[in-house]
């Protein structure tokens, strides 16, 4: 029985389910794949002809190929429709088979989402932007948590996008439709996405933060290639002592030379893991190096004299020819043994990303996109002396910091430096941050 004066609460009203949002669907329907000189031609004509914004995208093979070439264009302008370009069709690349179609959009702007993933196949076909809007990037400036196209789509336009086809083999020929569908939604809404973005960019007063981004973006070029790529192998960590790098070194070098001439991603020709055993074990004969585990793969029977090859000749180098310990830099050492090797630098570090934490939530900007991490990096390796804000505001030029970025950081970075301790005996010594130099080949 219920207590005198209890009552019963009243029944809840049952949530209502959010209505699914709308699956995104070709407005213009599929067009034919360009893949002739003359189809290209009318391309040209029609892109030239519309007017606005250009959206493009490319589909490269990652996980397929050795090579990050585009193995399909996606572009969509008012006026012009969607257009879909098969280049494989025009050569191999690099080559300026796209480049008329370049000019024809040259004045306009060019949209992509995540644009550092597609300038590089896109410049290999002659296509470089003179103006340029990120969406992702834009996204990450208006600091929203999930920026993947499909995402921001979905929240920002009401459109849910497939996803079915996002790790496809883009370089299978014929292409199926569904792919080439898939293909083509990725520039349906792109335009729409971009001026609702530019419209918020002008709302949170990050709209010239953005075309600084963008510029700088559309004028950049190749990426310099990495300092011993190899030493990038998965599980290279459990390899001990100079010859076992050694092994790993010509390992993946004779691999990598492989992957290339077949046009295939390395892991297909042989697996990290099989590279790291094959180091561990150092085997002394062919028939010892088909034995191991890693090694009864396809690839690596198939390739097994190369590969034996490689041992013999990390196994017959001079000891002044082994690899050092510990990788080269191209900069200052990981931060991670400053505070035992380094601890004024370490000091400075931690005062320097505190402020450049505290000052992203101010401006409501993830950190990394405040200031690059390498960029605070190598300032509180080798900070300017004085720490005058004039002084902060060159050395953050010189690391690639935009305008606005130094605008926002330079001072109060100036401030964090100059009330940071000074070195001690400790912190001075071979690529110590006292004398400013690239970190010594004992920093691991």
Same mark, same amino acid.
């Given at each position: 029985? #219920?207590?005198?004066?209890?009552?019963?609460?009243? @029944?809840?009203?049952?949530?209502?389910?959010?209505?699914?949002?709308?699956?995104?669907?070709?407005?213009?329907?599929? #067009?034919?794949?360009? #893949?002739?000189?003359?189809?290209?031609?009318?391309?040209?004509? &029609?892109?030239?002809? =519309?007017?606005?914004? /250009?959206?493009?995208?490319?589909?490269?093979?990652?996980?397929?190929?050795?090579?990050? $070439?585009?193995?399909?264009?996606?572009?969509?302008?008012?006026?012009?429709?969607?257009?879909?370009?098969?280049?494989? %069709?025009?050569?191999?690349?690099?080559?300026?088979?796209?480049?008329?179609?370049?000019?024809?959009?040259?004045?306009?702007?060019?949209?992509?989402? @995540?644009?550092?993933?597609?300038?590089?196949?896109?410049?290999?076909?002659?296509?470089?932007?003179?103006?340029?809007?990120?969406?992702?990037?834009?996204?990450?400036?208006?600091?929203?948590?999930?920026? !993947?196209?499909?995402?921001?789509?979905?929240?920002?336009?009401?459109?849910?996008?497939?996803?079915?086809? *996002?790790?496809?083999?883009?370089?299978?020929?014929?292409?199926?439709?569904?792919?080439?569908?898939?293909?083509?939604?990725?520039?349906?809404?792109?335009?729409? +996405?971009?001026?609702?973005?530019?419209?918020?960019?002008?709302?949170?007063?990050?709209?010239?933060?953005?075309?600084?981004?963008?510029?700088?973006?559309?004028?950049? =070029?190749?990426?310099?290639?990495?300092?011993?790529?190899?030493?990038?192998?998965?599980?290279?960590?459990?390899?001990? !002592?100079?010859?076992?790098?050694?092994?790993?070194?010509?390992?993946?070098?004779?691999?990598?030379?492989?992957?290339?001439?077949?046009?295939?991603?390395?892991?297909?020709?042989?697996?990290?893991?099989?590279?790291?055993?094959?180091?561990?074990?150092?085997?002394?004969?062919?028939?010892?190096?088909?034995?191991?585990? =890693?090694?009864?793969? $396809?690839? !690596?029977?198939?390739?097994?004299?190369?590969?034996?090859?490689?041992?013999?000749?990390?196994?017959?180098?001079?000891?002044?020819?082994?690899?050092?310990? #510990?990788?080269?830099?191209?900069?200052?050492?990981?931060?991670?043994?400053?505070?035992?090797?380094?601890? /004024?630098?370490?000091?400075?570090?931690?005062?320097?990303?505190?402020? /450049? *934490? @505290?000052? @992203?939530?101010?401006?409501? +900007?993830?950190?990394?996109?405040?200031?690059?991490?390498?960029?605070?990096?190598?300032?509180?390796?080798?900070?300017?002396?004085?720490?005058?804000?004039?002084?902060?505001? &060159?050395? +953050?030029?010189?690391?690639?910091?935009?305008?606005?970025?130094?605008?926002?950081?330079?001072? %109060?970075?100036?401030?964090?430096?100059?009330?940071?301790?000074?070195?001690?005996?400790?912190? /001075? !010594?071979?690529?110590?941050?006292?004398?400013?130099?690239?970190?010594?080949?004992?920093?691991?």
């Amino acid at each position: 029985m #219920s207590a005198p004066h209890e009552q019963t609460p009243p @029944a809840q009203e049952p949530v209502a389910e959010a209505a699914p949002k709308p699956l995104l669907e070709l407005r213009d329907g599929l #067009s034919p794949v360009v #893949s002739t000189p003359a189809a290209l031609d009318r391309a040209v004509a &029609a892109f030239a002809a =519309g007017h606005g914004p /250009v959206a493009l995208d490319a589909e490269r093979a990652s996980g397929y190929r050795y090579s990050q $070439r585009a193995y399909l264009v996606q572009m969509r302008r008012a006026g012009a429709g969607t257009l879909l370009i098969d280049p494989a %069709t025009f050569g191999d690349v690099p080559n300026d088979s796209l480049l008329p179609l370049a000019e024809a959009i040259r004045d306009a702007e060019w949209v992509i989402h @995540a644009a550092s993933q597609d300038l590089a196949c896109l410049a290999e076909l002659g296509m470089r932007p003179a103006q340029l809007f990120d969406t992702e990037l834009a996204g990450r400036l208006l600091n929203y948590p999930r920026v !993947g196209l499909a995402v921001m789509v979905e929240d920002l336009l009401g459109y849910r996008m497939r996803k079915e086809h *996002s790790a496809v083999d883009w370089s299978k020929r014929p292409l199926p439709e569904p792919w080439l569908v898939y293909a083509a939604l990725d520039v349906e809404l792109l335009l729409e +996405l971009r001026d609702e973005l530019a419209r918020q960019l002008e709302e949170a007063g990050k709209a010239d933060w953005a075309r600084q981004e963008f510029a700088a973006w559309a004028q950049m =070029g190749p990426t310099a290639p990495r300092i011993d790529p190899w030493r990038r192998t998965s599980g290279m960590h459990r390899v001990r !002592g100079r010859r076992g790098l050694a092994f790993v070194r010509e390992m993946w070098r004779t691999r990598d030379a492989l992957a290339r001439k077949r046009d295939v991603t390395p892991s297909r020709i042989l697996p990290d893991a099989a590279i790291v055993e094959a180091a561990q074990e150092t085997p002394t004969s062919r028939t010892a190096l088909s034995e191991l585990a =890693g090694f009864a793969t $396809r690839g !690596g029977q198939r390739y097994l004299r190369d590969f034996y090859a490689a041992a013999l000749a990390a196994g017959e180098l001079a000891d002044r020819e082994l690899p050092p310990l #510990s990788p080269r830099y191209d900069g200052p050492p990981p931060p991670r043994n400053w505070a035992a090797k380094h601890p /004024v630098a370490a000091d400075r570090l931690a005062r320097c990303r505190a402020a /450049v *934490s @505290a000052l @992203a939530v101010e401006h409501d +900007l993830p950190q990394e996109n405040l200031l690059a991490p390498d960029v605070v990096r190598r300032l509180a390796w080798t900070p300017p002396k004085p720490p005058s804000v004039e002084h902060v505001v &060159a050395t +953050l030029a010189a690391l690639g910091a935009r305008p606005w970025q130094r605008e926002l950081t330079a001072a %109060t970075l100036a401030d964090v430096l100059a009330a940071a301790p000074t070195v001690s005996p400790a912190d /001075v !010594g071979p690529g110590s941050c006292a004398d400013g130099a690239v970190g010594d080949s004992s920093e691991a």
